[in-house]
């Protein structure tokens, strides 16, 4: 079955920095808008951050000015800058297609925690 993977995450203070990526299959890298979502104890999944094959990008309002989400062609990997961390940014985090893109099995995920 088709699977992105997820890496990057860890343990960071408030105000610190993460990178994640996402390591795409290729024939869905190159036609497919990918997404990176989160999923807080207790909370639904939510999509965070999508980027197209063109490079554009879309982001919720909660992350806007602090989460770039880019896209590595030369690897096909999917990452997600993350700045300014806050508390409520702690989830894991997932990437999978996004907005009208077909969605894959979801992977595992990797955990980011903020806490000081």
């Known amino acids: 079955q088709v699977q992105l993977v997820e890496s990057g995450g860890g343990l960071v203070q408030p105000g610190g920095s993460l990178n994640l990526s996402c390591a795409v299959p290729?024939?869905?890298?190159?036609?497919?808008?990918i997404g990176w979502y989160r999923q807080a104890p207790g909370k639904n999944r939510e999509v965070v951050a999508s980027i197209t094959t063109h490079g554009t990008t879309n982001y919720v309002d909660s992350v806007k000015g602090r989460f770039t989400i880019s896209r590595d062609n030369a690897k096909n990997t999917v990452n997600l800058q993350m700045n300014n961390l806050k508390p409520e940014d702690t989830a894991v985090y997932y990437c999978n297609g996004a907005r009208y893109s077909p969605r894959y099995s979801w992977g595992q995920g990797t955990q980011v925690i903020i806490s000081s």
């Open positions: 290729g024939s869905i890298f190159s036609t497919n808008i």
